[in-house]
């Protein structure tokens, strides 16, 4: 077991196919105790049921930086630490540059950058005062070639955002032995995009991916345990490309 005795927080947990969920189980098939932080209507107490009775769900706005305080608060007094926090919670909207309204901007950026932030701030005390933690980062390959498959430029902004974030929280806290690490998924087969793949692109994105099959949550997952957990030890302020190769730089 690479995680026994170790406390995971996730947000946008709750979604049974999304990357967060399965990270939660191969964290917790590892040893980990989870939280899954996710909105009221997600059922983030459910999703956390559905991988054992030591797990807990805990409902948190990540773009509220006091809903991300309290959450980091109920894990603390709950679960008892704080090890690894894995940033996962965002949203996307397929639009181009010049239909990007205000609204459009604040949602997408709050959920990705803006909580990452809030919720890097709740938990980096209590991972300072135990001199160790792995703070995980969702970016996207969105961030990297400039637009993924189905986000519009803001999303792109955002995710290049969280990369930055992490780049710079990493080299802030190594001192305290605190990682921070980013991941870039290319396209993952979640609700996020589901029926949303044209019939008609799927052969040309396929394409595009050396490994010839687009991801599973599962694909994603496996890297977060590796960052997670001592195995990646010496490990800060990387991104980590999960893309099937379709993107190689
Ligand atoms: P998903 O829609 O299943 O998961 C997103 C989760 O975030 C949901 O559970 C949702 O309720 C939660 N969420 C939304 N707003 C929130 C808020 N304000 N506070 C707390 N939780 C909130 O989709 P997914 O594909 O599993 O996405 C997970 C992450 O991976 C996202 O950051 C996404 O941008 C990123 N990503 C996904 C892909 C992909 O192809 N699926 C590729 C690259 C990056």
Do not use: W
């Amino acid at each position: 077991m690479l995680l026994k005795d170790k406390v995971a927080v996730i947000t946008g947990g709750a979604g049974l196919n999304g990357l967060g969920f399965a990270s939660a189980r191969m964290l917790a098939a590892q040893g980990a105790r989870v939280a899954i932080l996710d909105l009221a209507g997600a059922n983030p107490a459910g999703a956390a049921a559905e991988l054992g009775p030591q797990h807990i769900g805990v409902v948190a706005d990540v773009t509220d930086k006091a809903s991300c305080e309290a959450a980091a608060q109920e894990v603390l007094r709950r679960l008892g630490r704080i090890d690894i926090l894995l940033n996962n919670a965002g949203i996307t909207q397929p639009r181009k540059t010049l239909d990007i309204t205000a609204a459009d901007y604040d949602a997408v950026l709050d959920v990705s950058l803006r909580g990452t932030l809030y919720m890097s701030q709740a938990v980096v005390p209590a991972m300072q005062a135990q001199k160790s933690g792995s703070i995980v980062c969702i970016s996207s390959v969105s961030a990297q070639r400039g637009g993924g498959i189905l986000g519009g430029p803001h999303y792109s902004a955002a995710k290049a955002g969280v990369l930055g974030l992490a780049r710079a929280m990493a080299r802030e806290y190594g001192a305290d032995n605190i990682r921070v690490n980013s991941l870039t998924p290319g396209l993952i087969a979640t609700d996020i995009n589901k029926g949303k793949i044209p019939e008609d692109r799927r052969a040309g994105i396929l394409e595009q991916i050396p490994l010839g099959r687009i991801g599973d949550p599962d694909d994603v997952a496996g890297c977060v345990v590796f960052l997670a957990s001592d195995l990646s030890k010496y490990l800060t302020g990387v991104t980590l490309d999960v893309n099937g190769g379709m993107l190689i730089h």
